[in-house]
């Protein structure tokens, strides 16, 4: 069977934590100049429907180092922007391609791509859900902080697609998310129900920025306003001022703690600058890891050890 990354839920705890121990090894064969060629011949098609840096970038550097080939198609210029279905895009795009990565609004739209590709899909963002981010996230943690064990992560601002997957992740590997979001922008209750349903982990709502980052390893925020929402930004802004990152909030946190933000952010709104250039931001060690986690998860659906391909 082939293996999709719609969402964190694709992933068992012990294949999460896989693929963290492979990224960290190839993180190391990259910088020793030993990376192996486990992309050879394969090519990557990644359909971009919202913008990206990150994303964009570090999955198509991960490809080229594999030594595979990456095709980037911003869905304005295909045919998915004139309404081609996608069952019909999934099906010829698998006739050409070995995996595709795609970045677009709704969740079930990946769905549909991946019901009908025969390859790999990996979700590069939609509304609901970030997979490839956490992940990167969780390899940023571990390095700083030698271990995932007994984690607690802090999420301060939108409930938004970040915090869901932070929160799947924690119900999956049984760490704690404590989340404080105004009460408008709650993550989405379907997720914190089926959080609450694994029974390992805690997602905790906090009542307020200091109650969720007092026993905090780690603060996490994000853009008040995301992609599509750009129209709401200065009603959200108002709303989502007590929720700024800034370093009252960070004093109110154990000493030892990392600040990460995805990026890219607004400084000035939900972090301040002093923050994102202080001592405790792992921010930009953060964007490097989205390369090396990419690496790992491409190289683990696509090489040769990869899980069986199921036909269509
Ligand atoms: N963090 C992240 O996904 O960034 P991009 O939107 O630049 O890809
Ligand atoms: N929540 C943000 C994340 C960007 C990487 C957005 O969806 O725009």
Not at 84 to 95: F, S
Not at 201 to 221: F, Q
Not at 245 to 252: F, K
């Amino acid at each position: 069977m082939k293996r999709d990354l719609l969402s964190i839920r694709d992933l068992s705890a012990d294949e999460i934590v896989a693929l963290i121990s492979r990224a960290e090894t190839m993180k190391r064969e990259l910088a020793e100049g030993n990376l192996r060629q486990s992309l050879r011949n394969k090519v990557v098609a990644l359909i971009f429907v919202k913008p990206s840096t990150r994303t964009r970038v570090s999955f198509e550097a991960a490809i080229y180092r594999l030594g595979g080939h990456s095709i980037f198609m911003s869905a304005r210029d295909t045919q998915i922007s004139r309404q081609e279905p996608l069952a019909d895009t999934a099906r010829v795009l698998a006739r050409y391609v070995d995996a595709i990565v795609i970045r677009t609004f709704a969740q079930e739209d990946v769905t549909e791509l991946a019901r009908y590709a025969s390859i790999p899909v990996i979700n590069g963002l939609t509304d609901r859900y970030h997979p490839c981010q956490v992940l990167g996230d969780l390899l940023t943690i571990k390095e700083k902080r030698g271990t995932l064990e007994n984690l607690h992560v802090a999420w301060i601002g939108d409930g938004n697609n970040v915090a869901h997957s932070w929160i799947n992740a924690a119900a999956r590997l049984g760490f704690t998310v404590s989340l404080a979001c105004p009460s408008q922008y709650l993550p989405d209750r379907e997720i914190l129900e089926w959080a609450e349903y694994q029974g390992k982990g805690k997602v905790i709502m906090a009542a307020s920025p200091k109650e969720a980052v007092a026993s905090a390893d780690a603060l996490y925020t994000d853009v008040w306003a995301s992609m599509g929402q750009e129209e709401e930004a200065d009603a959200r802004r108002s709303i989502f001022r007590p929720f700024q990152v800034n370093e009252g909030l960070l004093s109110a946190a154990p000493a030892h703690a990392i600040v990460l933000h995805c990026l890219p952010a607004h400084r000035g709104e939900e972090i301040t600058n002093a923050v994102m250039e202080g001592p405790q931001s792992a921010i930009f060690d953060q964007a490097e890891n989205r390369l090396h986690i990419q690496m790992a998860l491409l190289d683990w659906l696509l090489s040769d050890n990869a899980p069986k391909r199921g036909g269509k």
